[in-house]
């Protein structure tokens, strides 16, 4: 299997039946052969440099209802809760004088937010924060909308795709949504200009070896700026609640392999693999991540934004976090970096 490797370095790519051979025969060894590979490319492009971003969960009310997600609408116990424009802006700021310079923006698809208030959210922050990127991950919109909100100043768009497979992906959602719109939605973005961020959820119910190889090829294609993946954790509200979670070995062979595949690309260590091992974002790292999102939500919110059970951070302020992450970062040899932290990866929309 080691000949994958050296072939995915030398060419970045590999076709269906070598990724899905490669995934379904992975063993520790060749997971250490593959980690070694991704540092190296790794420390070619980013040095030991982490990237931070500041994650202000402003909303938790959705009007959809994946079958994985712990806000879903149908989850009545959940405490929803919104941030004002007002409150945004207080997480910038403080973000800001803890070295933050990018803000990802992520909530629910709340119907509250229309274009009117998010650009005016978008603007505001432009204004008050000039040096500082601006991430929306907000879910699904129209093309005129990213539009809009790209012209008011937001620079970056987070919207995973979840699984490319249309029929995997109807096992994780309901019909109201399909993974056609969500990938049209994501060539959208790239297409409007936004820096864009993919991803998927690592051992999800009913995910195969294939499945986990057509994500690979979706990547290759959409080659965007970020790509965010994760194990997928339980919760329990959901109608997923008793299927097992992602592990975490496989979400660092997959992490590996996507730095080998696009060298460039920004790829977090999330807060699901912080969640599902002590260090699992140090772990991260090494297995060839290169970013950070250290949560900026209002200390009395955090226990409310619950994808899934045991979500680390929910009890700590913001400084806190940053500190802890830093000392993280410095006892594996790595440096958080205060910079926007753009993506090297900015090869123009090519296809579609
Ligand atoms: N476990 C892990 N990740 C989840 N997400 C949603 N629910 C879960 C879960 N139960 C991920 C989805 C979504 C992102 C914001 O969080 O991939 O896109
Ligand atoms: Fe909100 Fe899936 S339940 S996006």
Known sequence: ??????????????????????????????????????????????GHDVYIRGLIEFTNYCRNDCYYCGIRRSNTSAHRYRLDKEAILECCTKGYGLGFRTFV????????????????????????FPDCAITLSIGERTRESYQRLYDAGADRYLLRHETCDADHYQKLHPESLTAAHRQQCLWD?????YQTGTGFMVGSPFQTPENLAD????????????????????HHETP??????????????????????????????TTALGTIAPDGRE????????????????????GDYLLYD??????????????????????????IAVSRGDSLNTAPVTAE
Not at 105 to 128: A, C, F, K, N
Not at 312 to 335: F, H, V
Request: some cysteine.
């Open 1 to 46: 299997m080691k000949h994958l490797i050296d072939k995915l370095e030398q060419t970045g790519s590999l076709s269906r039946d070598e990724w899905s051979a490669l995934i379904r025969g992975r063993t520790p060894d060749l997971a250490e052969y593959l980690f070694e590979r991704a540092r190296a490319i790794r420390h070619k492009y980013y």
């Open 105 to 128: 923006l992520q909530g629910g698809e709340d119907g509250h937010y229309t274009d009117e208030i998010m650009v005016d959210i978008v603007q505001s922050i432009r204004e008050h």
């Open 189 to 193: 973005l790239k297409e409007i200009g």
């Open 215 to 234: 994500d690979m090829l979706f990547l290759k294609k959409l080659n965007p700026q970020m790509v965010g993946i994760g194990p997928f954790i339980p």
């Open 240 to 269: 997923f609640a008793e299927y097992t979670a992602g592990t975490l070995e496989l979400t660092l062979f997959m992490l590996g392999l996507i730095r080998l595949m696009l060298p460039k690309v920004l790829l977090p260590a």
């Open 283 to 302: 772990k991260g790292i090494l297995a060839g991540a290169n970013v950070v999102m250290p949560n900026l939500s209002p200390v009395e919110v955090r």
């Open 310 to 335: 045991n979500k680390i951070c929910t009890g700590d302020e913001a400084a806190e976090c940053r500190k802890c992450l830093e000392r993280r970062m410095n006892s594996i040899g790595y440096d």
